[in-house]
């Protein structure tokens, strides 16, 4: 079974930096598009930042231009480079693989990881 494992979160002050990763581990033949999504309290959740296979990457509007999303060249690590951070962008941060297709010919439409607590302190 296909699993997302986040790390990085943490505590850091307004205009301060954080990485996060996400592995993905299991029996993965390919995953389509992997992003972040955040969640704050009292708040949805929204989308942050995904990148495709192909590298096509797409920010949430609050994040553009600070935030920066990758992906390893086994395409099975995503990672979210969060610079000029804000108190706004206190959440927790969920892992997401959307379009898993595993090696034992198995599909799965999404999966999400456990969540990594982000905190931006002023």
């Known amino acids: 079974q296909v699993q997302l494992l986040e790390s990085g979160g943490g505590l850091v002050q307004v205009g301060g930096s954080l990485r996060l990763s996400c592995a993905a581990s299991?029996?993965?033949?390919?995953?389509?598009?992997m992003g972040w999504y955040r969640q704050a309290p009292g708040k949805q959740r929204e989308s942050v930042a995904t990148i495709s296979s192909g590298g096509v990457k797409e920010y949430g509007t609050s994040v553009k231009g600070r935030f920066t999303v990758s992906r390893d060249s086994a395409k099975t690590t995503v990672f979210l480079q969060m610079d000029s951070l804000e108190p706004e962008d206190t959440a927790v941060y969920y892992c997401?693989?959307?379009?898993?297709?595993?090696?034992?010919?198995?599909?799965?439409?999404?999966?999400w990881g456990q969540g990594t607590q982000v905190t931006v302190s002023s």
């Open positions: 997401h693989a959307a379009g898993v297709r595993t090696t034992t010919s198995q599909y799965q439409a999404g999966l």
């Open positions: 299991g029996p993965i033949y390919s995953i389509s598009v």
